[in-house]
T-cell receptor, first 115, second 116 residues
């Protein structure tokens, strides 16, 4: 079975704090793809990053960074020096190779950044 | 112009009404998707279209009827809905629809549907 677990339902931080959103996935496939999306109050899911299972190199994009560890089946997302505009629901998702592109989403983590 | 647009953004309908949701993508993609996002469940894939052909129907009740007249447009026709169908309906598109590293889905803003 394929599954994505985001154990943190809600996180509340004060502006400028660093925050890490956890994502744990399950799949038996050796080739798979992991994604993070941001959903602001407007509703649209905004694509943040895609990572394939063969590339465990961590990635940094501005204040955002991602830590992919196959040994623990985790793909965690860190926001450094959080800002109020980072307030949103963040979704981790998994898709596997073969067939059609079907995203399996976690339940999402609601991040509230307070001034 | 934004990549994926959806209309209407909000819709209230009675259980006996018939309405349609519209999605349009301006990204030149060949695949389009409908998702349902309700308060009590994670995002659920409903339908996948690749090159205007339906390739996935994720056990969706027949009161939801999709239509893809071309690769840029996707509709979701609604009839005889139930109150539990109230949710945010999201449309997405991707280059090919095939599972693989280059196929990322891009989402529209959604239609907030309320069934009375």
């Amino acid at each position: 079975a394929q599954k994505v677990t985001q154990a943190q339902t809600e996180i509340s931080v004060v502006e400028k704090e660093d925050v890490t959103l956890d994502c744990v996935y399950e799949t038996r496939d050796t080739t798979y793809y992991l994604f993070w999306y941001k959903q602001p109050p407007s509703g649209e899911l905004v694509f943040l990053i895609r990572r394939n299972s063969f590339d465990e190199q961590n990635e940094i994009s501005g204040r955002y960074s991602w830590n992919f560890q196959k040994s623990t089946s985790s793909f965690n997302f860190t926001i450094t020096a959080s800002q109020v505009v980072d307030s949103a629901v963040y979704f981790c998702a998994l898709s596997t190779s073969g067939g059609y592109n079907k995203l399996i989403f976690g339940a999402g983590t609601r991040l509230a950044v307070h001034p | 112009e934004t990549g994926v647009t959806q209309t209407p953004r909000h819709l209230v309908m009675g259980m006996t009404n018939k309405k349609s949701l519209k999605c349009e993508q301006h990204l030149g993609h060949n695949a389009m998707y409908w998702y349902k996002q309700s308060a009590k469940k994670p995002l659920e894939l409903m339908f996948v279209y690749s090159l205007e052909e339906r390739v996935e129907n994720n056990s969706v009740p027949s009161r939801f009827s999709p239509e893809c007249p071309n690769s840029s447009h996707l509709f979701l026709h609604l009839h005889t809905l139930q109150p539990e169908d109230s949710a945010l309906y999201l449309c997405a598109s991707s280059p090919t629809g095939l599972a693989g590293g280059t196929d990322t889905q891009y989402f529209g803003p959604g239609t907030r549907l309320t069934v009375l």
